[in-house]
């Protein structure tokens, strides 16, 4: 029962037992002096003025209810504090005032009051003003039904709205906390010395511990065994720095763990809230994004390499043809039998191995000639087997294992024999005894998982070529330089170190993948990835048969800008009956073509020269001569009349350096034949 009524209460009995005595001496004087009745009565009535202001004044409202829930009584202060005039209340079921949401709990408290004399009992419940408004108030009552003078339940309310404000702003600010608290992206603790107080659910989701195990638990529990002592320490000196350690789940897996700790005051004394990072994604993208710069710098490299392997081989090539040339010429005009002949054969073999560099060079710096067929490897492959079983000897074993279908792709045949080869002179000299060569063939879809850990892959449908041997192998060193031109593991003079560069700039011309996999005593797999192409073109039927280059007598107009060269050509040309006319410089040879009065058959023309390239030199001279034909040459293919070395259909190519033979029957090949039977 509230205080404040039962002082009330007190003060209301002394009131009435004072009144009571004077009655008592009322009766007694016998009302004989009629200024002590006087007096008497008007006392009693200055106490019942104060009782009606003390009830007016009270901050409680106090109510009797009878057995039937009708307000018998109302204290005048209901008008103060719901609004309602006492003669309102009087008569009505007190039940009406009570908000509806919560009449069923009071009923509750109200049928146990009715059937105890004396019980009592009290809840919080919302009372409904005369404005519509609701009050919050502790509604508590007394059944004093035995005493004669209140015959009913005696109930009191006491306004505690304020206070419910404030809990409901207290409960809503703990739950925004805990929302937030909850919503961190991480482990939020907060812990004394160690022994964790509170934490969040991002704690037991990263730890796997539930908040009740967390609570109460030694955090350092959660850190392994050998990174413990930082954490431990960190604590100790008040760390307030980010740092990484290890941290360990309740299942025993570890895992690399962020942790960033602040000292707060409470109850009097300093704890620290930590948060807990679980950094797997960042420090797998660290490793990432390693590899990747790793993996752009290998191809700067590559790429910067291949530029100077490209233009070396551009520049050896020009020397080349002039060495291989007039070798040729020297040796026709001498006498087999004559000590020169051997001297100028060995020249002429020297040339062509150094040429033979330079291609796989060219291959490598991705500037190699090609003509593009759509094919079937598998075709390709077995037309190779015999060649390949005499290159890699009887104490090798090679097996083939073609895939029953293949999807086509478009290649130069030759690239994929230059591949095939080199790699099989590879798989035996790792042998360098008795072993076993596999050469493979598959249909593989990579999709983005495949690629994200084989860096460089793009998805997509692949021809998959492999050749797999159970040689030495290699290391993961080793593995970092294969593909890098004149890197060789074998020893002085047994290899150029340019088989892999050369497949790996093939496979790159072709838009391919190429993956190694290799350890030491393992044996090695190589697999080359050739993208799928949609369908197969119309392949010639016939081959053209091999015969005696013929010689002619048309006039081929030769521009070449490096005179050793222009002189060279114009010889052997000259030597098949041709006549030939020389320039230069494109604007040289604009000039003959402008000022001549003879047909100009062929032009046969470097691609790269001053003033104005090849592509261009055509275009200009057959407005002069639309039916002249024309043979582009070069030490490397150049992007004016290739677009990363392979050819368009129709532009005719001549790669330097090039025998005798080689150009006779390329001139020959060009003049005789007819566009027509082409359309």
Same mark, same amino acid.
């Given at each position: ?119 009592? #009992? ?24 035995? #005493? ?50 509170? *934490?969040?659910? %991002? ?32 604590? $100790? ?141 598998? $075709?390709?492959? $077995? ?128 838009? %391919? ?9 393992? %044996? ?35 521009? $070449? ?68 034909? *024309? ?40 003049l005789d034949d007819d566009p027509a039977l082409q359309n």
């Amino acid at each position: 029962m509230d205080r404040s009524y039962l002082e009330f209460q007190k003060k209301i009995e002394q009131l009435e037992q004072e009144n009571s005595k004077l009655r008592q001496k009322l009766e007694l004087l016998g009302a004989a002096d009629g200024q002590v009745s006087v007096s008497m009565e008007a006392a009693a009535r200055k106490n019942e003025r104060l009782q009606q202001k003390m009830l007016a004044n009270i901050g409680d409202v106090i109510l009797i209810l009878n057995s039937r829930q009708d307000v018998t009584y109302c204290s005048p202060n209901i008008y103060n504090e719901l609004g309602w005039e006492a003669e309102e209340i009087l008569g009505r079921n007190g039940f009406q005032l009570l908000h509806p949401d919560d009449s069923h709990a009071v009923v509750f408290i109200m049928t146990d009051l009715m059937g105890e004399e004396g019980s009592e #009992d009290h809840l919080e419940c919302r009372m409904m003003c005369r404005d519509g408004s609701v009050k919050w108030v502790d509604f508590s009552a007394r059944n004093l039904s035995h #005493d004669s003078d209140i015959a009913g339940i005696l109930i009191t309310l006491h306004d505690i709205t304020i206070q419910k404000i404030g809990e409901n702003a207290l409960r809503e600010s703990e739950a925004r906390f805990k929302a937030l608290h909850n919503a961190s992206f991480g482990g939020i603790t907060i812990h004394d010395k160690g022994v964790i107080l509170e *934490c969040n659910q %991002g704690l037991s989701d990263i730890t796997g511990y539930s908040y009740e195990e967390l609570v109460g638990m030694n955090g350092l529990m959660l850190i392994n065994d050998e990174t413990r002592c930082i954490v431990d320490k960190n604590i $100790e000196r008040g760390y307030e720095k980010p740092y990484e350690v290890v941290g360990q789940r309740k299942n025993g897996e570890q895992y690399p763990l962020r942790l960033e700790a602040r000292a707060i005051p409470y109850n009097g004394k300093l704890i620290r809230v930590v948060e807990f990072r679980d950094i797997t994604e960042n420090v797998e993208e660290q490793k990432e994004r390693i590899s990747l710069e790793a993996q752009l710098r290998q191809a700067q490299k590559m790429e910067a390499v291949g530029r100077l392997a490209g233009g070396v081989a551009h520049d050896f090539n020009n020397m080349l043809s002039v060495i291989i040339g007039h070798s040729e010429i020297a040796l026709e005009q001498t006498d087999v039998d004559s000590p020169v002949y051997s001297y100028l054969e060995e020249i002429k073999k020297a040339g062509e191995r150094s040429a033979d560099l330079t291609s796989h060079l060219l291959a490598f710096a991705r500037k190699q000639t090609v003509a593009l067929k759509v094919m079937n490897i598998n $075709e390709v492959v $077995e037309g190779m087997l015999k060649m390949l079983r005499r290159l890699i000897g009887e104490d090798v074993e090679l097996h083939w294992h073609p895939a029953a279908e293949l999807w086509p792709v478009k290649i130069d045949p030759s690239q994929v024999d230059q591949m095939l080869a080199n790699l099989c002179v590879n798989a035996r000299d790792a042998i360098g005894g008795v072993g076993k060569i596999i050469i493979e063939t598959c249909q593989r879809e990579l999709d983005d998982a495949y690629c994200r850990e084989h860096l460089g892959f793009m998805p997509g449908e692949y021809c998959c070529l492999s050749v797999c041997d159970n040689g030495c192998g290699m290391d993961a060193d080793t593995l970092n330089y294969v593909f890098e031109p004149f890197f060789t593991t074998k020893a002085a003079g047994k290899g150029t170190g340019l088989g892999l560069a050369t497949v790996y700039g093939a496979v790159k011309q072709n838009k %391919g993948f190429i993956d190694i996999e290799s350890e030491p005593g393992a %044996g090695t797999t190589i697999c080359i990835y050739l993208p799928r192409h949609a369908a197969f073109e119309k392949q010639e039927t016939e081959k053209k048969l091999c015969r005696l280059v013929d010689k002619g007598n048309e006039t081929i107009l030769l521009v $070449e800008d490096e005179p050793a060269i222009l002189n060279l050509t114009r010889t052997m040309l000259e030597q098949f009956g041709y006549r030939v006319l020389t320039a230069r410089s494109p604007n040289e040879a604009l000039y003959f073509a402008r000022v001549g009065k003879e047909r100009i058959d062929l032009l046969l023309t470097d691609v790269i020269m001053p003033e104005m390239n090849g592509r261009e030199l055509e275009r200009q001279m057959k407005e002069i001569y639309p039916e002249m034909k *024309c043979i582009f040459m070069s030490g490397y293919t150049a992007n004016v009349i290739a677009h990363h070395g392979v050819l368009k259909k129709g532009v005719n190519f001549i790669p330097k350096p090039f025998s005798r033979m080689v150009l006779a029957g390329k001139v020959r090949e060009v003049l005789d034949d007819d566009p027509a039977l082409q359309n």
